[in-house]
């Protein structure tokens, strides 16, 4: 079982930046393809950014150019950096680890981006 803690949250005004951190407990965190959702009041919860267990990165089309998720293996954490945030990212994000049979989620954090 992996636990997954979120931290970083926090609200924001429209423009700013914040920095998402997961701290995983697995020990074998390196073979795990790493995952930041997001879920905005009654909306589906949906991809952010991948990170693969050897680095390769995808995002979602609303967010590139803006995020950018990384990994410290040594650490045991992925990140997410946003910057010039909008009003439309806000929602709780999740992380999320994944490896072939099977998958772990964390609490979330809420992220509010406003004035």
């Known amino acids: 079982q992996v636990q997954l803690v979120e931290s970083g949250g926090g609200l924001v005004q429209p423009g700013g930046s914040l920095r998402l951190s997961c701290a995983a407990s697995e020990i074998m965190f390196r073979i795990y393809a790493m995952g930041w959702y997001r879920q905005a009041p009654g909306k589906q919860r949906e991809l952010v950014a991948v990170?693969?267990?050897?680095?390769?990165?995808n995002y979602a089309d609303s967010v590139k150019g803006r995020f950018t998720i990384s990994r410290d293996n040594a650490k045991n954490t992925v990140s997410l950096q946003m910057n010039s945030l909008k009003p439309e990212d806000t929602a709780v994000y999740y992380c999320?680890?994944?490896?072939?049979?099977?998958?772990?989620w964390g609490q979330g954090t809420q992220v509010t981006v406003s004035s």
């Open positions: 990170i693969s267990n050897d680095g390769i990165t």
């Open positions: 999320n680890a994944r490896r072939p049979g099977a998958g772990y």
